[in-house]
């Protein structure tokens, strides 16, 4: 059942989410088939699984991940180390900003996909914002100095009323509005602006999968079981099914491989996870392309930090429970972009963005201890004589974290990595990828940047020489790439599976996430992948003679 009153209106205190309900069943109740199963539970998963349901189809979801609840996140570190790293209802940054058209019009996408911009933009745009409802965050809230920071960040550029042009607010996947249940039968209290999207939304009010598209698939009979880690999909011998392999991965888990059939399998786990599955699939006797593995890329993500800067930018989180106390909020991780696309010169793949980037209460220490750290060894800024005592007073006296901007840039990388697999272990390699100029070019904007606030400015540490200029990515892309035959290509626009290194398709086998796209997009890419996914879903319903009902929404059994 879900609660009818499980927040006070108003409060900033954490929600009685114990009567909160699971969407997963137990592995108990699985059947032998289904019309179509799901793997993963993202924005590619989550989306097959909702409009797959909302076409009739018999609909099992298998997630690797966990499923979390709102007050289940961990706010200390000594806790985090615990969860895994899938997650039920897909990555928790949510950010809704579109790639540069001409992105779409690159020669890496199939010419389908270059040809239904307008259809991709509008009808499969409109029905994910029907589903996400993306907002900006209010001028109804507490201001936010990080967002004052954001725009003191380039007053070193030579360009009259620069943040004018550039910076904006980001719409946002986050409820800010107090809702006894949401239109798919949730409740979502308002966020309370605690800073902790990234490590798990406690509050409720974070518009991931599980808020939506996923109830959504259960109100229209989706089964879900969570926990359980697909190894293989291989086609009958018997019939014109599919053969799902499968474990569970819970504490009391024997670890007994187990089958489950389908028509339709829709790959959502994600670039790595998608891909993963693929190249194991391909061992044991699945033909297909031998591009699988091939076209990784990391999005061109870039982290930075401008270290004691001159005024407070209070972008750390704070644990649910203290937020009444709280006088300056860190907002949402994400609130603004610096969308230097508007500004640079040349061709789109020399652009970036770069946004503000809050950091979770549960990494606080760490983040606190390292960056100090960090800021000594490779800071790039020496600050004058008569700077330097009144910076020191600030580390003293704890100023300096909350005088901290983090910085999160996207670019645009060659797409070269390589996902392998040998002898049950998966391998990602590239060569000289952090030495790629689109790096070079966000680190040099980030330290600008930092310059603006007099901050210290600090690489990610792991972006150095010694350690071969590594590169940390939230937002992995490709491993499955979309191509106009198996030559070029694991899958075609529509998400099919090629036959080998033919232009002919495997019947019913899909893929529809992150791993699909043949390139970076250079922005957060869940719209990107939102928007693909709707497509993919609405091509196999025309195909099939499928009627995916968009417009009834039918409230899980329970809510009010």
């Not at 069943?25 to 797959?52: E, F, H, L, Q």
């Not at 606190?368 to 700077?387: M, N, S």
Request: hydrophobic content about 35%; glycine content about 10%.
């Amino acid at each position: 059942m879900w609660p009818s009153t499980f927040f006070k209106m108003g409060s900033t205190k954490k929600p009685d989410w114990a009567l909160y309900s699971k969407l997963g069943s137990p592995i108990a109740s699985i059947k032998t088939k289904y019309d179509v199963v799901v793997i993963g539970s993202g924005y590619g998963g989550g989306i097959a699984a909702s409009r797959c349901a909302r076409a009739g189809k018999s609909v099992c979801v298998l997630e690797r991940g966990k499923e979390w609840l709102p007050g289940d996140f961990p706010e200390t570190f000594d806790l985090v180390a615990q969860q895994v790293q899938a997650t039920f209802g897909g990555k928790p940054m949510t950010y809704a900003l579109d790639m540069d058209p001409a992105v779409l019009q690159d020669s890496a996408w199939p010419k389908e996909i270059r040809n239904d911009a307008d259809q991709m933009n509008t009808v499969d745009r409109g029905h994910f914002f029907d589903m996400i409802k993306p907002e900006t965050y209010p001028t109804s809230y507490p201001a936010l100095h990080k967002i004052d920071r954001m725009k003191e960040s380039l007053r070193k550029y030579d360009i009259e009323d620069l943040h004018e042009k550039i910076l904006s607010k980001l719409p946002l996947y986050v409820t800010f509005e107090d809702k006894l249940t949401n239109h798919v039968g949730v409740p979502q209290p308002k966020c309370t602006a605690c800073g902790n999207c990234v490590g798990g939304c406690n509050v409720g009010s974070k518009n991931t999968l599980n808020m939506n598209y996923l109830p959504d698939a259960k109100a229209h009979g989706a089964e879900i079981f969570t926990e359980t880690d697909v190894a293989t999909v291989l086609k009958s011998t018997t019939s014109s099914d599919w053969i799902i392999n499968f474990k569970r991965v819970d504490s009391g888990s024997t670890g007994q491989e187990q089958t489950v059939q389908a028509t339709y399998v829709i790959l959502g786990a994600g670039a790595i996870g998608s891909t993963k599955i693929l190249l194991r699939s391909k061992q044991n006797g699945l033909a297909i392309s031998d591009r699988v593995g091939l076209g990784f890329s990391t999005n061109g993500d870039v982290l930075g930090t401008s270290y004691n800067a001159d005024n407070f930018a209070n972008s750390i989180g704070f644990p649910t429970d203290e937020m009444e106390a709280v006088e300056n909020p860190p907002g949402p991780t994400i609130t603004t972009v610096a969308d230097f696309r508007k500004v640079i010169e040349g061709s789109f793949d020399k652009h970036h963005v770069i946004e503000d980037f809050s950091i979770p209460c549960n990494t606080a220490k760490v983040y606190r201890t390292g960056l100090a750290y960090t800021a000594f060894q490779v800071g790039t800024k020496e600050y004058p004589p008569y700077e330097e005592f009144e910076k020191a007073m600030q580390i003293v006296k704890g100023e300096a974290d909350d005088k901290s901007l983090t910085f999160l840039g996207m670019s645009h990388d060659d797409a070269k990595g390589v996902i392998s697999l040998r002898n049950e272990i998966f391998d990602i390699t590239w060569d000289d990828l952090g030495c790629q100029k689109n790096f070079l070019d966000v680190n040099k904007d980030m330290q600008k940047m930092t310059g603006g606030l007099e901050g210290v400015f600090v690489i990610n540490p792991m972006w150095h020489p010694a350690l071969g200029n590594s590169v940390i990515s939230g937002h992995p892309l490709g491993g499955c790439s979309m191509g106009e035959s198996g030559q070029a290509g694991v899958v075609n626009h529509a998400g099919q599976v090629f036959d080998a290194n033919t232009d002919q398709v495997m019947t019913g086998l899909l893929v529809v996430d992150g791993a699909i796209v043949p390139r970076p997009v250079g922005v957060n890419p869940s719209l990107t992948i939102a928007i693909l996914a709707e497509r993919c879903l609405r091509l196999l319903a025309q195909r099939e003679g499928w009627n995916i009902d968009y417009d009834t929404f039918i409230p899980l059994p329970g809510s009010k």
